[in-house]
């Protein structure tokens, strides 16, 4: 493949399977059904495409505006799931592919036995405690509810949202776009769509999917980067690589349009 060849592919990539430029709420709905999921803003470290790529608006920042105001009016039309995972930054999920990361990412179990388990810090626990009495509830008035209990830095609160995020306990649900938008927050299960989350894929399955639809969204990447964008383990990301090249749905090969060392490709 040269590079020529490569910037084509990702180009495509960046419109809707029609062919269309994405600009419209609904077109950005349908783009990250299509991707499976992507990073909310433009980043050099990730080969997959952000929703910011792709907003046919652009803008010179690293969020666009329109993405902006997606990570608020998608989540609250429930067309996707809009959380924190790509390098701890916003993401959108496509709920066709919510199961594969709630499987390896999430222990479905409640907040008390999570407490119980060690899983849970104090104010991880009653923030979740606090989101299941009010929720969907704004950011402001869960912070005024916040610090009555745990007064001190705001940073407490934002460092339990963050990571309450990344183990699919909670979610934005919408938000306001007046001035610096604002997110509503609620308990993921309360918002995941009919009975999505029954019967979840084996977490091997789960990788498999991910690592395809990411290797598919980039359509040349290096050996590594899937595993560092995953959290996986590198024995782990390993074994995956293998079984998808071992049965032809991955191959590998050597400094392809410019990337340096091994990089994963399609068949």
């Not at 077109?27 to 792709?54: K, M, N, Q, Y």
């Not at 609160?157 to 934005?172: E, H, I, K, P």
Request: charged share 30%; proline share 6%.
């Amino acid at each position: 493949m040269t590079g020529d060849e490569l910037r084509r592919r990702r180009a495509k990539n960046l419109l809707l399977p029609d062919g269309r430029e994405v600009r419209t709420d609904r077109d950005a709905g349908h783009w990250i059904e299509a991707r499976g999921f992507c990073p909310l803003g433009r980043t050099d470290d990730l080969s997959v495409p952000s929703i910011s790529d792709a907003d046919a608006g652009g803008g010179s920042w690293e969020v666009s505006d329109s993405a902006w105001g997606w990570k608020e009016t998608l989540p609250e039309a429930r067309a996707c799931l809009y959380t924190k995972f790509f390098r701890g930054g916003g993401t959108f999920i496509a709920w066709d592919y919510l199961p594969y990361f709630y499987v390896l990412y999430a222990t479905g179990r409640s907040t008390a036995d999570d407490y119980a388990a060690g899983l849970l810090s104090r104010t991880e626990r009653r923030l979740l405690e606090m989101v299941e009495e009010a929720g969907p509830i704004d950011s402001r008035e869960l912070w005024r509810r916040f610090k009555k209990e745990f007064p001190g830095p705001r940073s407490r609160l934002l460092t339990a949202l963050t990571q309450s995020q990344r183990t699919f306990r909670l979610t934005v649900c919408g938000g306001s776009l007046e001035g610096w938008s604002v997110h509503r927050w609620d308990l993921l299960g309360r918002q995941v769509p009919g009975s999505l989350l029954d019967g979840l894929p084996l977490p091997d399955e789960a990788r498999e999917k991910l690592l395809l639809k990411y290797v598919e969204n980039a359509v040349a990447c290096p050996l590594a980067e899937p595993a560092r964008a995953f959290h996986w383990e590198r024995p782990v990301a390993r074994g995956v690589i293998d079984r998808l090249t071992g049965r032809g749905h991955l191959r590998i090969a050597a400094d392809v349009a410019g990337i340096r060392g091994d990089v994963l490709l399609l068949p």
